[in-house]
């Protein structure tokens, strides 16, 4: 009998045992946590066979064949290092959804920002064509969910982080797109370079590799490394030169290789930023070799992503906007180029490395107010007032930064409220998605 130890009981550990168990291996899964819907996942999975430890730390044993790690778990610590020291083969979810779906072409989507919306639009477009394209990995299903479905997907649609490229040696998609690439997740890989060499291994792996050319690091450090690359740009095919051209927007239009494809402001979705995303997941259509008709008709159908610049009402003329994915400077920038100036700003949470010197220039630009939460809120406070800004108000948590947002969004002339947090929200709530829904929730309270 074959063992197998699955570490993190989130939906990507569920799906890993039961693909294992279901392979006919033993599986152990175990997590660190103890919470009540943790022993109700334990009691419903023991009745399935599989063994479920909880407030269990891994330690490596000899009866191991096949340690699988969910994307959370660090792959330098100590208890993986030491597994892989005595020869046990350690890989990601991700990796073993690989190793039963590598007869299904790929489409995998990193970068620092941008990915989840161009990977749900890439799935969109190919569904669009009438192809079982599900989305997966960082959204959607768990890799390894798609593995357990009685019907193949025709093709895989992968939002792959950094932790999960870095957990997956063999994953080679037909076609790789990154994004863009900022500094992010730094406590985890020391420097830039590093997490950036993480996201090129698997373009490498690749056999088409897409670039967005309008991104700063992209452009300067990979097309040396990347020589048959495909380059798109939101600035036009000029803005690519010399390097090889794939989509570009030209006379209001997306085109591939010279053919319109869909008109740029199909995408109902706002900033250059999106304009980007489009070009790459029309590449990846276009290199599919999809129909031109059905391309559009997935654009002009897709309603943009939860969380991202999600537009949630509009009362007394004032947008309410969740951009509860912006967990970083980067895209809380973005987010706050995107919208209508003057804005109300609700930023803060649990503070990420990073530099935030842009960040806080569009503040100074685009903010009428800033209403800061969580724990980032003090040390965000300094920031500011350090950069000359003082506009400011600390309100601590959602529920009052809803109320005076709406207070004092009037008497400012700002017609948009955002929450763009620029922070991961772990200080108040389990994931983004939940501090996405408590704002969604309390304005649809409060205004509908």
Known sequence: MKNAHVIGLGKSGVAAARLLHREGWQVVLSDRGSSPSLVTQQAALRQDGITVLLDYSFVPDSRTNLLVVSPG????????????????????????AWRFLQDRPWVGITGTNGKTTTTALTAAIFQAAGLNAPACGNIGYAACELALEPTVPDWVIAELSSYQIEASATLAPKIGLWTTLT???????????????????????????????????????MPEEFPSAYWT??????????????????????????????????????????????LLAVTAACLAELDAEAIA??????????????????????DFINDS?????????????????????????????????????????????????????????????????????????????????????????????LLSPACASFDQYPNFEQRGEHFRRLCQERFL
């Open 73 to 96: 778990v660090p792959w330098d610590s100590p208890a993986l290092v030491a597994a892989r020291e005595n020869g046990l083969e350690v890989i990601g979810e991700t990796e073993l």
């Open 183 to 221: 500094p992010d997740h730094l406590q985890r890989h020391g420097t830039v370079q590093n997490y950036a060499q993480i996201k090129a291994t698997l373009m490498h792996r690749s056999e088409l590799a897409v670039f967005n050319g309008d991104d700063p690091y992209l452009r300067q450090h």
């Open 233 to 278: 740009s939101a600035a036009g095919k000029r803005a690519i030169a010399p390097l090889r051209p794939s989509a570009y927007v030209n006379d209001g239009w997306v085109k591939f290789e010279g053919i319109p494809i869909v008109r740029a402001d199909a995408l109902r979705m706002v900033g250059e930023h999106n304009q980007q995303n489009l």
């Open 297 to 318: 008709a997935g654009v002009a159908s897709f309603p943009g992503v939860p969380h991202r610049l999600e537009h949630i009402c509009t009362w007394q003329g004032i």
């Open 325 to 417: 994915k912006a967990t970083n400077y980067d895209a809380a920038e973005v987010g706050l180029r995107s919208v209508e100036a003057p804005a109300v700003l609700i930023a803060g949470g649990e503070a990420k490395e990073g530099d935030d010197t842009a960040w806080v220039q569009r503040i100074h630009e685009r903010a009428a107010t800033v209403l800061l939460i969580g724990d980032a809120a003090p040390q965000f406070a300094q920031r500011l007032e350090t950069a000359g800004y003082r506009n400011y108000t600390i309100v601590e948590d959602m529920e009052r930064a809803v109320e005076r947002g709406a207070e004092v969004a009037p008497a400012l002339g700002a017609s948009v409220v």
